[in-house]
């Protein structure tokens, strides 16, 4: 069993023992590399799975699977994966929104206007 001495060491040979492992560290990751061994990429951070699209909109994993049967969630499938983008989930997310009173109202007086000009 080796046993390890504790020494009393300066700071630059300290930041000289540092540098030297840093160096070997890179040539390890490059040889690493150089083997075929890609680092895996990261997904975009606009796409998400289903799990954080259920978070998201505030409903089951099995609704939205529901939802994307009828087409009534924007998603995309790659394989046998769902993917949903959080930019067009937030913008289906308003544009469903349930129009007010007044704005149904005013969308009558101008359609009972626009049929009396024809």
């Known amino acids: 069993m ?3 001495v504790m020494r009393n060491y300066s700071f630059d040979e300290l930041f000289e023992r540092l540098h ?3 160096r070997k560290l890179d040539a390890i990751e490059s040889k690493a590399n ?3 061994h890609a680092k895996p990429t990261p997904e975009p951070a606009d796409l998400i799975d289903i799990h954080v699209a259920s978070v998201i909109i505030g409903k089951a994993v099995s609704t939205i699977y529901s939802m ?3 087409n009534e969630i924007p ?3 790659r394989g046998n994966r ?3 983008s959080r ?3 937030r913008n289906w997310i308003r544009d469903t929104r349930n129009r007010t009173v007044d704005e149904c109202k005013e969308e009558v007086r101008s359609d009972l206007r626009n049929r009396s000009r024809v």
Request: no cysteine.
């Open 75 to 77: 998603y995309m499938k």
């Open 87 to 89: 930019e067009e989930l």
């Open 2 to 4: 080796k046993y390890w």
């Open 68 to 70: 994307v049967n009828r």
């Open 82 to 84: 769902l993917y949903f």
């Open 34 to 36: 150089g083997m075929g």
């Open 20 to 22: 030297r492992i840093e």
